[in-house]
């Protein structure tokens, strides 16, 4: 064999070897999160939810999650294919997104997801290439089923509110057309899906604490929290997820329901 042969074996080798934990056969079960700066970790004064998720359950969890992107732009950079890639069979991967996938291809951002729930598509040019663009839901469905077929499970969490109180009194309704999209994936993908309503558990949280207290936690803007609201936020899907019965991390939760903040919706 030729010595460049057997050094591209090798660094082959090493990228099949590269994975999370290590060694990809015996690796334990692990939870993947894939969203946007709301669960991302920053080193500001705010930072992303996933960050204390680690906290709360006993299975390993690797934060993929990126500031700035949206169902469309964490596909198009070859985010979710990275993830898929990655899992193995009953591993658990966590979809959240909405915060970056409104706006309009006019002014294409690289982010803006095509209208429309179902196969829709546009096309646009964004950074000098053509695109075509998809629907929040279809990009959301492509990656789940990829994951589904490699063995693993799919937890879709609605977006985290902004802050409910800002315009003085609590508001906080149907979370938006992404919400809605979230939960109708979850269904569609099946058994090995579920939904949590991460954006309500989020919201009924910063309902009970009241304005100031809300207010404290949003430091910056009206949509990224502080370390100590992303706790909040994270506990608030764990509450979400153990009110639904737990679903893939049934048994991997440290934390008894009850002593959760917050209350079953
Ligand atoms: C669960 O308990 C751990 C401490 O053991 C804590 O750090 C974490 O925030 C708790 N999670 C929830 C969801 O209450």
């Known amino acids: 064999m030729l010595h460049s042969q057997f050094v591209s074996l090798l660094a082959l080798a090493g990228t099949a070897l590269a994975a999370p934990s290590g060694d990809v056969t015996k690796r334990a ?3 993947y999160l894939a969203g946007d700066s709301t ?36 596909t198009r950079e070859g985010r979710f294919d990275e993830i898929i890639k990655a899992v193995q069979p009953n591993d658990i991967v966590v979809i959240e997104f909405g915060h970056n996938d409104g706006g309009s291809l ?106 100031a207290a809300t207010d404290k936690l949003f430091p910056q803007d009206h949509t990224h929290t502080s370390p100590v609201g992303a706790d909040f936020v994270s506990k608030a899907f764990v509450k979400g997820l153990q009110c639904g019965g737990g679903g893939f991390l049934k048994g991997f939760v440290k934390n008894e329901t009850a002593s959760i903040v917050g209350s079953c919706l």
């Open 106 to 211: 006019s002014t294409d951002n690289g982010r803006s997801v095509c209208g429309g729930a179902g196969t829709e598509t546009c096309q646009t040019t964004y950074n000098g290439v053509a695109e075509t663009v998809h629907t929040f839901p279809w990009y959301l469905t492509e990656a789940g089923k990829a994951i589904i077929a490699k063995g693993a499970k799919v937890i879709m969490s609605s977006q985290t509110p902004n802050n409910p109180w800002e315009s003085g009194t609590f508001s906080y309704g149907d979370g938006g057309r992404f919400v809605g999209y979230a939960k109708a994936v979850a269904t569609a993908l099946g058994s090995n899906a579920i939904y949590v309503d991460h954006g309500a558990y989020t919201a009924n949280y910063f309902k009970g604490i009241g304005k």
């Open 39 to 74: 669960m991302a970790k920053a080193n500001g004064v705010t930072t992303g939810w996933g960050v204390f998720l680690p906290y709360s359950l006993s299975l390993p969890v690797v934060n993929k999650a990126i500031g700035g992107r949206s169902s469309r732009s964490f």
């Open 29 to 31: 079960q692990t939870v």
